[in-house]
């Protein structure tokens, strides 16, 4: 039997478990063909009813993300578990999403990752230590008392903590704009991290000038370098700090692929998620947050070809969607990015994940500790506060 236990269980529900011996072992789960898990899924997820939510973020695969409850960008399924009263929330996204979900959810709420590797590698690129050097040096540097901490989604919750208890908050690409204005109304820098190209693209469409802008790599830090490879007057004069994080998928798309498809194809639209580079959104026709495209895709005329620059699962699904509304819709980089750790969940996962709930059974429970989870709220509050 291998199965990833609920650090909250009893010694006694663990021999129970091990009596049970029917749905246990992934292993077994793994070993059979996706189909298989349709019937299985669908009986679970009735047998659960009302007690549990399943959320599908948009990059999930189809074999998955058709099961889900609601779809949505990490701004609306973070509403979505705000309001819900579900006694379980069976996240089929990434670990931050999961995290995030449990604290905003309800103190008896539990949340569920079906596979526990579907992490996020921008998210990786920063840790809770190097954000503390870094604050730590520009509180030497002198300026990080005119600098307020703003984090996209997509970071570990223990960054939401640390933003949310030095007066900073939370956005995702849907209310970057917004979670900016609100950060300048109070302090003249932001700190943002750790996607530096949405924290460019914002600050850009803001007004604000490249030059206006430094990059803070942490790794230059612990190289010795005490201003993140940048210099004191840089920082000091910068409007934006943007930590030196990425994401893999949204660095395929070039500017060149938008200059190929528009050559081919007279009258193309180009939507990109803001997580690609800066010379990629210039060129494009609209950013969007995934919950964005869709809308732009659903609101182009009748005839329209539409190159979008995101991860390939909802392009190929939009792509089969409106396909019959007389709408084209290309990956921007034909080869198509793969999120890989977002196709880590599959149906055999949530199979099991399910079954072992019907039978009573909490696994890959994603769980904040309480001191990080309560600054981690003020932080993921203040930006549904400033998105009513
Ligand atoms: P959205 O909030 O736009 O869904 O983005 C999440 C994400 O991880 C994009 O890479
Ligand atoms: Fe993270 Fe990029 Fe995957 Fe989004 S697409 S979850 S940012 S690795």
Redesign the pocket.
């Known amino acids: 039997m291998n199965l990833v236990l609920d650090e909250a269980l009893s010694e006694e529900s663990v021999s129970a478990l091990y009596e049970v011996g029917t749905s246990c072992s992934l292993e077994d789960y793994l070993a059979q063909p996706d189909h298989s898990m349709d019937a299985r899924i669908a009986r679970a997820r009735e047998q659960l009813g009302a007690t549990t939510i399943l959320l599908g ?2 990059y999930q695969r189809d074999e998955v993300i058709r099961f889900a409850d609601y779809t949505g ?3 609306k399924l973070s509403r979505i578990t705000a309001d819900s009263n579900a006694k379980y929330i069976v996240f089929c996204g990434v670990h931050f999403m999961a995290e995030s979900a449990d604290v905003l959810g309800k103190p008896d709420q539990q949340v569920i990752l079906p596979d526990l590797n579907a992490g ?1 590698s921008m998210a990786d690129m920063a840790e809770i230590s190097q954000v503390e050097a870094c604050w730590r040096a520009l509180e030497n540097a002198g300026v990080a008392e005119d600098t307020i901490p703003l984090t996209y ?2 970071s570990t919750a223990a960054i939401k903590a640390f933003c949310g208890e030095r007066g900073g908050l939370v956005c ?3 209310n970057a704009r917004a979670a900016f204005e609100w950060a300048f109304a109070r302090k003249k820098r932001i700190l943002f991290l750790p996607d530096q190209h949405l924290g460019r693209n914002t600050g850009y469409a803001m007004g604000i000038s490249l030059n206006e802008m430094s990059v803070w790599d942490p790794w230059a830090v612990q190289l010795g370098g005490n201003y993140g490879g940048s210099t004191r007057t840089a920082l000091e004069h910068s409007k934006i700090l943007l930590w030196k994080g990425h ?1 893999a ?2 660095q395929r798309f070039l500017p060149s692929h938008v200059d190929q498809l528009r050559a081919k194809y007279p009258g193309l639209r180009v939507i990109v ?1 803001p ?1 690609c580079r800066w010379e990629v959104c210039q060129k494009a026709d609209a950013l969007g ?3 964005g495209i869709i809308k732009f895709v659903e609101e182009s005329p009748m005839g329209s070809t539409i190159a979008i620059g995101t ?1 390939v699962h909802l392009v190929n699904r939009l792509a089969k969607e409106y396909a019959s509304h007389g709408k084209k819709i290309l990956s921007l980089d034909d080869a198509g990015c793969l ?1 890989t750790t977002m196709y880590r969940i599959s149906p055999q996962h949530l199979a099991w994940a399910l079954e072992n709930l019907v039978e009573g059974r909490v696994v890959n429970r994603i769980k904040v500790k309480p001191e990080v989870k309560k600054w981690a709220k003020v932080a993921l509050d203040r930006m549904l506060e400033i998105n009513p």
């Open positions: 973020h948009h960008d990490s701004y996020c989604m997509n995702t690409s849907s994401c998928v949204h998620h997580e947050s995934t919950e991860e999120c």
